[in-house]
C-alpha cells in the first residue's frame, strides 16, 4: 500500500500550477464583477446590458471673448467610471514558487514504475535517506487583455464637457457683477438664436433653388405632371426669419448701449 503522505510527482509539481490557474479565473470573474458595479444592469430579454455610471465633474475654464475681454465658462464633464478607475488584480503578474520534495520509486501490482513525492524540509535529516528535489518555478502572465484597454480607451477619448453657465470678467480683471452676467447670459442667448435663424434662412435657400432647378427638370419631361412649387409660403417664412433677426440684433446693441454707458463695465 502506498503511504498516503506521497501523491504522484506530477501531482505535486502542478498543484501550485493549478492553484494560480484557479486565481486567474477567480480574478478574471471579479474583473466581470467590478464592470458590472460600475453600471445599471439592464434585461433586455435574454441579453443583459451594463449602463455604465458617470461620475460628475464641475470645472472652470477663462476662455476670451475677442475684443471684448474674457469670461470664465463653468463646465460639467461626466467621467464614465470605467475610465478612471483602475482594474485592480486583473491578472498574477508574477509567481515564484520554491519547495522541495522527497521522492520515490513505487511498483505498480502490473509492474509499471511511478514516481511519488511529498513536500519536505531543505534539510536533509541524518535518519532520511531519500532522495530530494528542489524546484524553483517562476511564472509571468498577460497584462490586462485589448479589449479593456480599448474600451478604456474610447470611453476616455468620448468624454464631452457641457456648459453650465458663463461668469464675464469685468475691467479690473475681477469676475463681473451679477448684474453683469445676466446681461452677458441675455445676450449670448440672442447670438446663439441668431445663429440658428441664419442657418435656417440659409437652409430655405438652399430648398428653395433644388425646388426650382426640380421643377424646371419636371416641366421639360412631362409638362402636365408637374408638382406645384409654392415659393411665396417660404418667401414668406424668410421674410419672418429675418425681421426676428432684425429684432434679436436691436436687443442685443441696445443692452450692450446701456450696460456699456450706464454701468461702464464695472
Known sequence: ???SSFIPLDDLVYAPLHALAQSNQQLRAQVVET???MGTLRQNGTEETIQ???LNIA???VRQEGDEGYSVDNLLMQVPLLSIVPMAGLHVE???IDFSTEVKVDRGETGEC???ARICSPEQRESDFLPRVSYRMRIGSL???EGIMRLTDLLSASQIAKKLDTTPVAVDGNPGSDDQKHTWQEISGLRAKIKKLKQLHRKITDMIEEQERMEQIGKEAFAEMVRAFDKDKYLMAQANIANRIMEYQERITNREIEFGLEKDYK
Open 52 to 54: 455604465l455610471q458617470n
Open 59 to 61: 470645472y472652470e475654464q
Open 114 to 116: 511511478a514516481v511519488m
Open 1 to 3: 500500500m502506498v503511504d
Open 35 to 37: 464592470i458590472k458595479s
Open 143 to 145: 497584462p490586462a487583455t
Open 94 to 96: 508574477k509567481a515564484e
